[in-house]
């Protein structure tokens, strides 16, 4: 069988025209490219250079072997550089995890791009409740609320959202407007959390508290959530950007305007292995092109502040 180094370094000598310098270049002995050269010589029972005092010489044959390696050299070129690029090229199957909430807001309306642009690739959406979980190693990629609890997961962690407290105008009515952070305990809520008490942080200029909240209803979307606000039926904390269409039509009013809530961050989160597959990286470039823009930005708060004013 034909070894393909002795015929790259059959291609080499000849194009120099030299064992020596055709050696230095390889960065090899001179008896290793002579016997490179007499092995192919022998496997093809053929002459195909003359050795003379001043270098080498191509025999008539040995010019077209030379025309036809190089042809074939560079088909397999080539071909390499054609699987090469099939090897990096994102395909296959990702996997993710999300919430309803941020499948139905964030991902959903971007989606199209990502589907257009990469068609060799397919996506599996899991749906999940919980603000938080583990990376099941069927997952490519898990979103979820608050800080990963598990260290060797590589992180993309988004911009803040920005959360505000609401209730409809005859909720307020019928129960009155709390005054104090305190006053929550005697007022319905809706919120999520796993126990029976939600934990809200306020913020003033002043001060900062952890108020324990009883929640009349408990359930991780927030869109739930501002439905069940806006027919009166408590208070809710709820994203500022969610919540801005309808204070500015008067369905919602701003409750303890003069406090402020500790923001949630959403959190990509991925093996550390997996980080440098083509897949993976395509659909991180896409979650920081798409979706990340589509968070609150830090600016919001000033647009909330006429609105604040006015409650």
Known sequence: MINLNDVQI????????????????????????????????KEVDLQLLRRT?????????????????????????????NLS???????????L?????????????????FVNRYPELRLEILFHGKFSTSLDDNLDFY???????DSTLKVKMFPPICLCLIA???????????????????????????KELAAWRFESKTEKLLVKVPLRISVADPVIQQ??????????????????????????VIVLPEWKFEPFYFHALYAERSSMAPKIKVFLDFVEEFISS??????????MSDIFQMS
Do not use: W
């Not at 979103?143 to 609890?149: R, V």
């Not at 930005?297 to 647009?303: A, I, K």
């Open 10 to 41: 059959f291609i080499s000598a000849a194009r120099e025209g030299s064992l020596n310098r055709t050696a230095r270049i390889l960065n090899v002995p001179t008896s290793t490219v002579s016997r490179a050269i007499t092995r192919l010589e």
């Open 53 to 81: 005092s001043r270098g080498i010489i191509l025999t008539e044959i040995g010019r077209d072997y030379l025309e036809k390696c190089e042809e074939a050299v560079s088909e397999l070129s080539a071909a390499h550089e």
């Open 85 to 95: 690029g099939e090897r990096i090229k994102p395909r296959g199957k990702i996997r």
């Open 97 to 113: 995890a999300v919430t309803t909430s941020f499948a139905r807001d964030k991902l959903a309306p971007v989606l199209k791009h």
């Open 143 to 149: 979103f979820q609320i608050g800080k990963p609890k």
């Open 168 to 194: 409809s105008p005859s909720y307020i009515e019928r129960y009155g407007m709390p005054g104090a952070p305190a006053d929550l305990s005697k007022h319905h809520c809706i919120g999520y959390a796993e």
């Open 227 to 252: 439905k069940f606000a806006l027919d009166g039926l408590g208070i809710s904390l709820i994203p500022v950007r969610s919540a801005l269409p309808d204070i500015r039509a008067g369905k919602l």
């Open 294 to 303: 589509e968070f609150e930005p830090p600016s919001l708060d000033d647009e």
